[in-house]
Every structure is written in C-alpha cells, then in structure tokens.
C-alpha cells in the first residue's frame, strides 16, 4: 500500500495527474501543424505551401477550415491537379474556398444554410440525417478538430468553386 501512494503522489508530482487538465487546455497547434500531425492531410498540406498559405494559416487569426483529406484529393482528376499546380492564383483560390474567417464550431455549422468563404464565394450547408453535407454532396465527416488559432472540419471531397477558371 506504501509503494502505491508513492507511486501516486510521483505521478502527481511529475504532472501524470494533470493530464485531464491538460487535455482540456487551449491547442498548443496551429491549423497547418495540427493538419501535418494528423497525417491524413499531406496533399493539403503540400497544397497550402505551394500557393503561399501556409503562414497565413499559422498565425494568430482564427479560421475554420474545411479540410479534405487524401483520400478525398485522390478522388480529383490527376488533369485538374496538375492544372491547379501550375497556376498559383487557381490553386489559391480552391485553397481559400475551403477556408472561413472566425473558428466556426459544429454546433454553429449545423444552424448555417450556407458560409461565406475567405476565397468569396459561398458553401451551401445542409443537414441530413444528423449529417453535415456542403454544396450536396460533400460529407462532413469529422468536426472540431481543435488548433490554436481555429477549428478543422474534415471533408471527404475536395470543394471546387463554380467560377474556377482552369
């Protein structure tokens, strides 16, 4: 019984006993290394420092970012990739179609008929059957993913303006 409340008050000590506490803390993160640590976002990593997004993502502003992951950029035409990456302002504007000004959590997301984007235009947001869905048929298919300066929600499909000159 000695060893196990030495046990006890070493972890508590060395913080082991704080973890509840810490997981519950603000994101040390920020949106593009929350995105690089989950490991399922390395397209869209790759994407965002292409087109110069990267330390606009990383600073102190908050956005909401609507993330499709690799599986989703597998499902865009290898033509339309290779387009997107030989023209920057078109890469850019896809990018910033993903992306709203303010950390928008899910339960406001449900409440919205449609988000304006960084990019400009507008995402439709409909709910069915307890699922999120933007312009149709894309699938919302995690939400809240914490970063110090705002909130990821992760997509199934890559979003595409409709005025996308290519």
Excluded: C, W
Aim: hydrophobic share 50%; no cysteine.
């Amino acid at each position: 019984m000695k060893r196990l409340s030495i046990a006890v008050a070493a972890l508590a000590v060395a913080g082991g006993l704080a973890a509840p506490v810490a997981a519950s803390a603000a994101p040390k993160k920020d949106l593009v290394q929350t995105a690089v640590a989950a490991g399922q976002f390395k397209t869209l990593v790759s994407l965002v420092k292409q087109a110069g997004l990267a330390k606009t993502l990383s600073g102190n502003t908050k956005f909401t970012v609507f993330a499709p992951t690799d599986d989703a950029f597998a499902k865009v035409p290898k033509k339309t990739l290779t387009a997107l990456g030989k023209n920057k302002a078109a890469l850019k504007q896809v990018l910033l179609y993903h992306v709203v000004a303010g950390a928008v959590p899910a339960r406001q997301v449900v409440k919205l008929s449609s988000v304006k984007t960084v990019e400009g235009s507008k995402v439709r947001i409909k709910v069915r059957n307890g699922t999120v869905y933007l312009n149709g048929t894309t699938k919302v298919v995690k939400t809240n993913v914490r970063a110090s300066n705002g909130i990821i929600h992760v997509i199934n499909k890559v979003l595409i303006p409709k005025d996308l000159d290519l």
